[in-house]
């Protein structure tokens, strides 16, 4: 069992920064996700990193805003949000796998741990 926490949301206005951690309760060589699910709306894949942090990916909503890292020796990732939109707008969340035997995906049911979630409001 791996337990997730996501920490890091609140209130921003458009234009502004956030940055996410997700902290692990054990070191994960799998790949992390972030994905988030606004009012209404279906769960989305954000970004994800692999085991090493060699490989990212990227929707394409968020390529060229937001940056996704990892630090395995702190058992946390991270993910940098620049100039938010209101579209933004979501509960985030973090998930991983435990193993070795996993690779870097888009799909949400690839991934075996969720954290609770952290909300990100952008709003002026």
């Known amino acids: 069992q791996v337990q997730l926490v996501e920490s890091g949301g609140g209130l921003v206005q458009p234009g502004g920064s956030l940055r996410l951690s997700c902290a692990a309760s054990?070191?994960?060589?799998?790949?992390l996700g972030w994905f988030r699910q606004a009012p209404g709306k279906e769960r989305e894949f954000v970004a994800a990193i692999n085991w090493n942090g060699v490989s990212t990916i990227y929707a394409d909503s968020v390529k060229g805003r937001f940056t996704i890292s990892r630090d395995n020796a702190k058992k946390t990732t991270y993910l940098q949000m620049n100039s938010l939109k209101p579209e933004d707008t979501a509960v985030y969340y973090c998930?991983?796998?435990?193993?070795?035997?996993?690779?870097?995906?888009?799909?949400?049911?690839?991934?075996?741990?969720w954290g609770q979630g952290t909300q990100v409001t952008v709003s002026s």
């Open positions: 054990i070191r994960t060589f799998s790949p």
């Open positions: 998930a991983t796998n435990r193993g070795m035997d996993y690779g870097i995906n888009r799909r949400q049911t690839e991934y075996a741990y």
